[in-house]
């Protein structure tokens, strides 16, 4: 009796599987109330440019990036100085463009860009490295360091190989300084795997080669 309710059970779950795929492969599942996925995202990304224009301290070093700049703890990374961290995740050049003022505000001395492959889906390497510019263009009267985007254990690899030597041009045509994080972070493969646990984000171990990186550069 035993193994038959197993069965049951088994041949209940493949069945719900299933029916389940079917249902939403077509539309057909009940609507539970509550916000789709993409306006859930919008609202946290609007929370946390809130959260960051809520204060706007004279700061030494102003960060503005993706989720690889707003999950990192630069105020531990970098004792001593006043740090604001403006990267927002989930954004990419054309948002970051459109937060410029966010970074004037704290009049920093110094001030890291980075970014790029959340532009993956939308943007071309040559468009995305045109709004780059426009970003460093916007913090012309600024101490700045362009980072190249950083490389992925991903699908979009090739995008962001495609997308570096684009941005270098834009950086050296301004006379930006240039750092590339892939000289040291990366192999032929991408990301270096200890220094990701997703082959995108950053761990521990990431976040304190990209310090490592950075330190010569402080101010």
Avoid at 44 to 56: D, G, H, L, P
Wanted: charged fraction near 20%; include cysteine; proline fraction near 5%.
């Amino acid at each position: 009796m035993k193994g038959v309710i197993i069965l049951v059970a088994v041949i209940s779950t493949i069945l719900g599987v299933g029916i389940g795929k079917y249902l939403s492969r077509y539309d057909l599942l009940p609507d539970f109330g509550g916000p789709p996925i993409e306006d859930l995202i919008t609202q946290k990304t609007a929370s946390r440019v809130n959260e960051i224009q809520a204060f706007s301290p004279d700061a030494d070093i102003a960060f503005i990036g993706d989720s690889i700049t707003d999950r990192a703890r630069l105020g531990e990374a970098f004792p001593g100085l006043v740090v604001v961290n403006r990267g927002v995740a989930g954004h990419a050049f054309p948002h970051m463009l459109r937060r410029i003022d966010d970074v004037l505000a704290t009049d920093p001395e110094l001030v890291f860009v980075l970014g790029g492959i959340n532009g993956a889906d939308f943007q071309k390497p040559l468009e995305a490295a045109q709004t780059f510019g426009a970003i460093l263009d916007a913090l012309a009267d600024t101490n700045v360091v362009a980072q190249s985007a950083l490389e992925c254990r991903c699908d979009h690899l090739d995008y962001i190989r495609a997308l570096n030597p684009l941005l270098e041009k834009e950086a050296l045509r301004r006379h930006v300084t240039w750092l590339d994080l892939n000289d040291t972070m990366s192999d032929q493969n991408g990301l270096h795997p200890e220094l990701s646990d997703d082959g995108i984000h950053l761990n521990g171990q990431g976040f304190r080669a990209w310090r490592d990186a950075l330190l010569p550069l402080l101010p």
